[in-house]
């Protein structure tokens, strides 16, 4: 059972450039949602979903856009990297059941030069 | 809107002792969650204990337990028997109804000593 599955482990960006991270999840989870984390800032929400064809904002959504097409599939797209974009992200899954843990992905360390 | 601190960046502790995380939150919800995630240095993400705001008795995971205080919203761990394996980032989070989306605190370091 592979979880939750993100790509790239590691992406080097120029300023500018645009790029998508990855994330993929095989317990047919309901919600989906991407978090940043930054030193002494913990992890921030960006954008999440609850279904297929559904997605909103998070705490810190700008310079970021997601879609999601497919349960399994919740991508992150970066339109203009940014320096302030360097970062480590994480995608998670739960159910949309009361309380459910959150299951994450192993990250992506994320440098915008 | 909820916050959740973490007032301690980093603690150590000698290996087979026992250490105590804090953590406090604030919220005006009666209907929430609250968990604890382990983060070593692999960066993975680790459950490591969950407690239902609802429930007065305090979850407890092997050698991991909370104090869950509601009135003073405060969610601390206890970790016995410390082991060097518990070397790691510890974050406390908060989690309204069935939103499945979590607020972190900032974090607290760990480091267990042998």
């Known amino acids: 059972n592979a979880g939750v599955t993100q790509t790239p482990k590691f992406q080097v960006l120029k300023t500018g450039q645009s790029m998508t991270l990855q994330c993929a999840q095989d317990?047919?989870?309901?919600?989906m949602s991407w978090y940043r984390q930054d030193p002494g800032m913990g992890l921030r929400l960006i954008h999440y979903?609850?279904?297929?064809?559904?997605?909103d904002q998070g705490e810190v959504p700008n310079g970021y856009n997601v879609s999601r097409s497919t349960t399994e599939d919740f991508p992150l797209r970066l339109l203009s990297a940014a320096p302030s974009q360097t970062s480590v992200y994480f995608c998670?899954?739960?159910?949309?059941?009361?309380?459910?843990?959150?299951?994450f992905g192993n990250g992506t360390r994320l440098t915008v030069t | 809107a909820q916050t959740v601190t973490q007032s301690q960046p980093e603690m150590s502790v000698q290996e087979a002792e026992t250490v105590t995380l804090s953590c406090t939150y604030d919220t005006s919800e009666n209907n929430y969650y609250l968990f604890w995630y382990k983060q070593p240095p692999s960066r993975q993400m680790i459950l490591v204990i969950r407690q239902e705001a609802y429930k007065q008795q305090n979850a407890t995971e092997n050698r991991f337990s909370v104090n869950f205080q509601k009135a003073a919203k405060s969610f601390s761990l206890k970790i016995s028997d410390s082991q060097l394996g518990d070397t790691a980032m510890y974050f406390c989070a908060f989690m309204f109804s069935n939103t499945g989306k979590l607020i972190f605190g900032q974090g607290t370091t760990l480091q267990v000593k042998p």
């Open positions: 998670a899954s739960t159910t949309n059941r009361e309380g459910s843990p959150l299951h």
């Open positions: 317990m047919n989870h309901e919600y």
């Open positions: 979903s609850v279904g297929a064809g559904i997605t």
